[in-house]
């Protein structure tokens, strides 16, 4: 993801902090000026570089003041703080996480607060809803594919391969002295 996507989704999710800060109560004061903790994980120094410009952006805003933490042992750090009773005002989770996080209530869901939900697509948007409640879109999205050599499966007599097994044997079939079969 370039730096320009990267900030663009940060900004996307900063921009859903003043609606999840206001899910605190009643008093109307008490719905700005908030200060917030968000967690972050990191996958590069320019994806950090990117948060911390877009939650400087953010907090020149004036609405709310974030504090972002990258953590590198970004799990263990949330289970700590969330058994603990001090979880962050905002944090990212992983799809995978979602339906756990939701069971525990750990999560409030962003529902319809989002500014723009059509910005996402419904698949991701899917991938973050649970019992059909949509909790939190997406901070960004991976598009790993594979690629493969048409004609090295020729001469192994391999058909291109649609399932994790057939992956496995194909690997095998092309592996020869001095070459691997997947890399």
């Known amino acids: 993801m370039t730096s320009v996507r990267r900030v663009l989704a940060g ?3 900063l921009a859903l902090l003043g609606a999840t800060a206001c899910s605190g109560g009643d008093d109307p004061g008490a719905q700005t000026g908030a200060s917030l903790q968000m ?10 570089a990117a948060l911390n410009k877009a939650v400087e952006e953010y907090n020149k805003l004036g609405r709310n003041t974030v504090k972002v933490t990258i953590l590198p042992e970004y799990d263990t750090a949330l289970q700590t703080a969330l058994a603990g009773g001090q979880p962050p005002d905002v944090f990212y989770v992983n799809d995978n996480k979602l339906p ?8 409030e869901p962003i529902g319809d ?15 973050f809803t649970y019992q059909g409640t949509y909790y939190c879109p997406p901070k960004d999205f991976s598009t790993l594919q594979l690629v493969y050599n048409v004609d090295m499966l020729a001469a192994a007599g391999v058909q291109p391969p649609t399932t994790w097994p057939e992956l496995a044997t194909a690997a095998q079939k092309l592996t020869k002295p001095g070459r691997a079969g997947l890399a």
């Not at 967690?39 to 950090?48: G, H, I, L, T, V």
């Open 39 to 48: 967690y972050a994980f990191s996958s590069s120094p320019a994806e950090d």
């Open 100 to 107: 756990d996080l939701a069971k525990a209530g750990a999560l």
């Open 11 to 13: 900004l996307s999710a």
């Open 113 to 127: 607060k989002a500014d723009d939900p059509a910005d996402f697509y419904d698949s991701l948007k899917q991938s």
